[in-house]
């Protein structure tokens, strides 16, 4: 999955994504939250989901967004975790809209 071309904030509660493919990912706070890969919210071993999504804040929001190399960002939420690395893969998976919410 290549990088996308633009990455923007347009509000704490929100990170957007346009892909080289022209298709906008608007990705929630909560949403990113709640899919956080880190080993501290999914289980190295069984791959087991380890944070209760009810646990996650309707109202998170993300604090910045960081580039990961050249494959990858990293949130800094507001509830001060910041452990998770999403790849172009994870995020476009991620995407709500109801084009991608199908799959």
């Known amino acids: 999955m290549p990088a ?8 704490p509660a929100e990170v957007h ?8 990912s ?7 939250r709640r899919a956080c890969p ?4 999914v289980h190295e071993w069984t791959g087991e989901q380890q944070l209760a999504p009810e646990s996650v804040a309707e109202d ?8 990961d190399g050249l494959y990858a960002l990293q949130f800094v939420f507001s509830d ?3 452990t998770g690395i999403y790849t172009w893969d994870r995020l476009r998976e991620l995407c709500p809209c109801p084009d991608c919410s199908p799959r």
């Open 4 to 11: 996308p071309k633009d990455i923007s904030q347009p509000t």
């Open 17 to 24: 994504l346009t892909w080289g493919d022209g298709h906008e």
């Open 26 to 32: 608007p990705l929630p706070a909560a949403l990113l």
């Open 38 to 41: 880190c080993a501290g919210c």
């Open 60 to 67: 998170m929001q993300v604090s910045a967004v960081r580039r």
């Open 80 to 82: 001060r975790h910041d």
